[in-house]
């Protein structure tokens, strides 16, 4: 069974950058779609964004576009988001996600997540 494990989350001001990682254990993961989600305080979990099994295709929810970066590294069974910009509605536990049943928000298995806090 994969393993997933984020890591990289902590405490950071508005404007301040942060970046996940999320190593996955297994000899498939160069064949798999990722995906990070967050869910902040008494909300449900969303999608935040996702990126193809060989990395040429990535998808974003709109209030990430153009501050958040999802990039992976196959040689290293590694997924990772790039947090730039960072905003107080930016907190939440970020997951990392795999087993996609449909491109490109929907995955069956996440990781523990870790939490990210963005003071204002």
């Known amino acids: 069974q994969v393993q997933l494990v984020e890591s990289g989350g902590g405490l950071a001001r508005a404007g301040d950058s942060l970046r996940l990682s999320c190593a996955v254990s297994?000899?498939?993961?160069?064949?798999?779609?990722m995906g990070w989600f967050r869910q902040a305080p008494g909300k449900e979990r969303e999608f935040v964004a996702s990126i193809s099994s060989n990395g040429d295709n990535t998808a974003y929810v709109d209030s990430v576009k153009g501050r958040f970066t999802i990039s992976r590294d196959n040689a290293k069974n590694t997924v990772y988001l790039q947090m730039n910009s960072l905003k107080p509605e930016d907190t939440a536990i970020y997951y990392c996600?795999?087993?996609?049943?449909?491109?490109?928000?929907?995955?069956?298995?996440w990781g523990q997540g870790t939490q990210v806090t963005v003071s204002s």
């Open positions: 297994g000899r498939t993961f160069s064949s798999k779609h």
């Open positions: 996600a795999t087993d996609i049943s449909r491109w490109p928000d929907r995955f069956n298995s």
